[in-house]
T-cell receptor
C-alpha cells in the first residue's frame, strides 16, 4: 500500500556540519511534500514544502530535494546547530485528496547535534 | 506570535469513560484538524473540519469520535467511550490557507487505564 518512510531512524552530527535526512515515498500520485520538525514535548512545526512540479526548494539554511524518478525526498540542513536537534518527519499529500490538511507522515528521523 | 493552545496537557482516564480534549486554534484560521501520535509511532491524521463540518476523516475516526466547534474560538475532540488503544498524544492544528502548512498545538496526552 501507499506509505511514506524514512531510510534512517537516527542521525548524529557535529555542530557546524551539514545534515541530510532522507525519506522515501511509494505513491507516485503524491503531488505535495512537507517537512516538519518536532522538538521534545512540542507539536510538529512546519519547515519547508515542495510541490511535485519542482525538484528543489530552498529556505533559510534548509533545502528540500525531490527526486520523483526514485520517489525520494531529502532535507538538507546547512551548518547544523544544537537547536536543530529534533525529530524530523516528512509528510505527503495525495493528489486528488479533498483536504490539504490530510497529511500522511513518515516515521521520523531523530537528529542529534553534538556541540 | 499567535499559537494553537490545547487543554488539558495530560489526562488520565478509565477505560469506557468519555473524554473531551479542547483546542483554541489561531484566531483567523479557517481549517482545523486533529492528529494523534501513539508513543514511538507516526503522527496520524484523524479529522479535518471546515465551515462547521467535517471535510475529511480517517478510518481511525470511528463513531466513538466526534468534533465540535461550539463557539467562535474552541475546537473540541470527544471520545465517547475510551479504549486502552486510544492512549496517545492528540494534536490539534489549524491553518488559514488550503496548504500543507499546519500550525500544531503542543498536544494533549491521553492515558487510558
Amino acid at each position: 500500500g501507499e506509505s511514506v518512510g524514512l531510510h534512517l531512524p537516527t542521525l548524529s552530527v557535529q555542530e557546524g556540519d551539514n545534515s541530510i535526512i532522507n525519506c522515501a515515498y511509494s505513491n507516485s500520485a503524491s503531488d505535495y511534500f512537507i517537512w516538519y520538525k518536532q522538538e521534545s514535548g512540542k507539536g510538529p512545526q512546519f519547515i519547508i514544502d515542495i510541490r511535485s512540479n519542482m525538484d528543489k526548494r530552498q529556505g533559510q539554511r534548509v533545502t528540500v530535494l525531490l527526486n520523483k524518478t526514485v520517489k525520494h525526498l531529502s532535507l538538507q540542513i546547512a551548518a547544523t546547530q544544537p537547536g536543530d536537534s529534533a525529530v524530523y518527519f516528512c509528510a505527503e499529500i495525495f493528489a486528488g485528496g479533498t483536504s490539504y490538511g490530510k497529511l500522511t507522515f513518515g516515521q521520523g528521523t531523530i537528529l542529534t547535534v553534538h556541540p | 506570535e499567535p499559537e494553537v493552545t490545547q487543554t488539558p496537557s495530560h489526562q488520565v482516564t478509565q477505560m469506557g469513560q468519555e473524554v473531551i480534549l479542547r483546542c483554541v486554534p489561531i484566531s483567523n484560521h479557517l481549517y482545523f484538524y486533529w492528529y494523534r501520535q501513539i508513543l514511538g509511532q507516526k503522527v496520524e491524521f484523524l479529522v479535518s473540519f471546515y465551515n462547521n463540518e467535517i471535510s475529511e476523516k480517517s478510518e481511525i475516526f470511528d463513531d466513538q469520535f466526534s468534533v465540535e466547534r461550539p463557539d467562535g474560538s474552541n475546537f473540541t475532540l470527544k471520545i465517547r467511550s475510551t479504549k486502552l488503544e486510544d492512549s496517545a498524544m492528540y494534536f490539534c492544528a489549524s491553518n488559514q490557507l488550503w496548504t500543507g502548512e499546519l500550525f500544531f498545538g503542543e498536544g494533549s496526552r491521553l492515558t487510558v487505564l
